[in-house]
C-alpha cells in the first residue's frame, strides 16, 4: 500500500510564502500524476495544481503566478511552492498520486494545514 507523506504546512502572514512537500513510501513505482489539492472550511476538496511524470503542469486560477509545482521522479516526491499567500489560502492541503492519466487520484496523503493571516 503506497502512502504518501505531507510536510511544510504552518502560519504564515499574508504576502509570505511556504513550501509543501509529499513523499510517496515507495519509488519502485513512478506515478504518472501527482499533485496538490486544498479543502478549505466548508468548501469542496478543489484542484491547486497536478504535474505529470513528463513534467507538465495545470494550475488553479488562484493559484497561477503564485504557486510553482515541482516533482523529483526518482525519488517519488512532489513539492509546492507558494508565494505571495493570501488569507484565502487557508486551508488543509493534500497531496495526491495516480497512475491514470484521468479522474480522481488513487493515494492521497493525510493533509497539512496551512493558515494565512491577514
Known amino acids: 500500500q503506497v502512502q504518501l507523506v505531507e510536510s511544510g504546512g504552518g502560519l504564515v502572514q499574508a504576502g509570505g510564502s511556504l513550501r509543501l512537500s509529499c513523499a510517496a513510501s515507495t519509488s519502485r513505482f513512478s506515478f504518472n500524476r501527482m499533485g496538490w489539492y486544498r479543502q478549505a472550511p466548508g468548501k469542496q476538496r478543489e484542484l491547486v495544481a497536478v504535474?505529470?511524470?513528463?513534467?507538465?503542469?495545470n494550475y488553479a486560477d488562484s493559484a497561477k503566478g503564485r504557486f510553482t509545482i515541482s516533482r523529483d521522479n526518482a525519488k517519488n516526491t512532489v513539492h509546492l511552492q507558494m508565494n505571495s499567500l493570501k488569507p484565502e489560502d487557508t486551508a488543509v492541503y493534500y497531496c495526491?498520486?495516480?497512475?491514470?492519466?484521468?479522474?480522481?487520484?488513487?493515494?492521497w496523503g493525510q493533509g497539512t494545514q496551512v493558515t494565512v493571516s491577514s
Open positions: 504535474i505529470t511524470r513528463g513534467g507538465s503542469s
Open positions: 495526491s498520486a495516480s497512475f491514470l492519466d484521468w479522474g480522481d487520484p488513487e493515494y
